[in-house]
Every structure is written in structure tokens, then in C-alpha cells.
């Protein structure tokens, strides 16, 4: 089993300021802990070097006119919003961003590799078709998945979504789409950023039952998260069928993460990858693909990702908690949706 690992020291020159949350000191960390945990140069992970997309990729799933846009705030080193200011290699590194997202993606698929994991910045799950915002300019994610569907190297995606901030941007990106199925599990959005990512947001015209949202109340658990992959995660893989397993890693559902009130614990991230990667053997011939997201405690994000890495690689994981009672939010889904899926 080889895992690949999609890096390279120029994600660190992303630096929007020593106050901004999304700073290189969290990717730093992520490697730190890796090397000293012997998964960053292992026998079972190959380190692969990204190539910049081209804007040809990047209109896959954005319009000329976002794209133009970011391109020319880059420039001038201006703000997209608030949360999400440009300098001048801005651009250039975004680009880098999505190409190395395209590089995973690639390779799993041609089975060059059995599983990757693309650690870019910056992130990319709130960029919708037109808009950046969050911390991201263009999204990753999508355009991995949209560059092999235009290669007719898959027709059906899994995204998986754990960034405990709703993924706007793929779901805008994605939402009358069938053969791209978003599930998000996030922070109940009245209560965090971008305040979108309700359970009625099911999708519209063919893509209708193909977006799926579990909005956790905060202070939500471990067991929480358990019943909600056992309930609604194993169920939608084994109706789709997806090619491939796509998985918007966010680590900013943990419990000692500043911006959310989510309570997940480090392990949680082993047992959650475990349970996605027997689904993608089972279903796909293991192709997943992860791409890096949110996640602002220093001192966990890298131990969470050692848990993350070693599910991938096989390697020993905690085993998930004991179900308990099926929590609100996962009921309500399971009702919602009743009409599209069969839990």
C-alpha cells in the first residue's frame, strides 16, 4: 500500500500575517509531527512534488470573471472579504494549491498510487463558482474531482467534508450535480461561519438528494460522529457506488480548536479515516484522495494528522466508540432525505 503525499516548502510562503488563523505555522506543524512519527519519508508514503494548475483548470468550476478577479486583487494586494486578503503571489500559489489537489487526484485514480493525501494551502471548500471567501481563493477539491470527470477517468465522486465549517463553496459548486455526492459534517451553521449547510439543502434539479448536510449542534461527540458514518456515511456509499472517495480534511472539529465549539477528539480523526477507507476498498478499489482544509490548534493539528496518515497507510487506529442513542441532527437527516436514499 502506498500513500502519496502531496507537498512542497512553497505552501509555507502563503503568510497572510502573524494574526491570521490560516498561517504556514499549521502545515509546519503537520510535517513536524509526521517526521517524528516516521510517516514523512516511511517505506508505505511517497512525498510528490505539485505542479501549478493552469486557468483552463481552474474554469472547470469558476467563472472567468472569480478568476479574473482573484487574479487582480493578487496583484494589488487587496481583500476578497474580511477573513481573506491577497498579496502578490497569491495567485501563483493558489494555482499551485489546486495543481497539487489535481496531482492526488490524478494519481490515485491511474493507480500510480493507492491513496493520497494533497497537505496544500491555501485551502479551498468556501470558494464557490464566483466568490472566494474563508480563507480560500479556488476550489481544491472540486477541481480535482471536475479534472478527472473531464478526463473521463471517473463519472462518480464521494466528498466527504469533516472541516467543521460548512463547505459552501463545493456544495454551490455541486448542487444540481448527480454525480458528485457532497456530504458535510459541520457545526450547525447559526452558530459559526458561513452560517449555510442546513438539512433542507438537498440539492435542486438532478442533483435533488445529492447534497447532504449534518449540521452538529456544538459540543457534539466522538459518538456523535460515530453514528453519523455509520448511519448515513456507510449507507450513501454502498447506494452510490462512487469511483472515488474525496475527503475535505478539516481538523477544526476537535475539541481544543479556538474558532469552533465542536468536542471531537484526536483519535477520532484515525477511526473516522479507518471506516472511509474500508468503504473506499470495498466500493472503489481504495481510491481516496484527501485534501487539506481548516484546523487552527497548533499543538493537536499534527497529531490528528498522524492519526489520519496511519489510517491511510494501515497502520493500528483506534476503533470508533460504542453507538449510542442516534443524536437529533442524524435523525432529521435520515428523515430528509427518506425520499432519495434508504437508511
Known sequence: MTTGIIYSDRYLDHDLGPSHPEKPDRLKSIVRTLEEEGLWRADDTRLIDPTPCTEEDLKLVHDSDHIKSV?????AGTMLDLDTPTQKNTFELALLSAGGTIKAFEQVAEGTLDDAYALVRPPGHHATRSAGGGFCYFNNIAIGIEKLRSEGKID??????FDAHHGNGTQDIFYGNP???YLSFHQDGRTLY???GFVNEIGAEDGEGYNINVPFPPGSSDEDYA?????IFIPLTEQFKPQIIAVSAGFDAHRQDPLTRLGLSTSAYGWIMKLVREQSEKLCGGRTVLVLEGGYNLDVIGDSNVEVVKALTGKES???PSKGPTPQVVEEVKDTLSD????
Do not use: C, H
Open 227 to 231: 453514528s453519523a458514518i455509520q448511519e
Open 340 to 343: 432519495y436514499w434508504n437508511f
Open 179 to 181: 454525480n458528485v455526492l
Open 318 to 320: 483506534t476503533s470508533p
Open 194 to 196: 458561513p452560517g449555510t
Open 71 to 75: 487574479k487582480e486583487s493578487s496583484a
Open 156 to 161: 462518480r465522486a464521494m466528498i466527504l467534508d
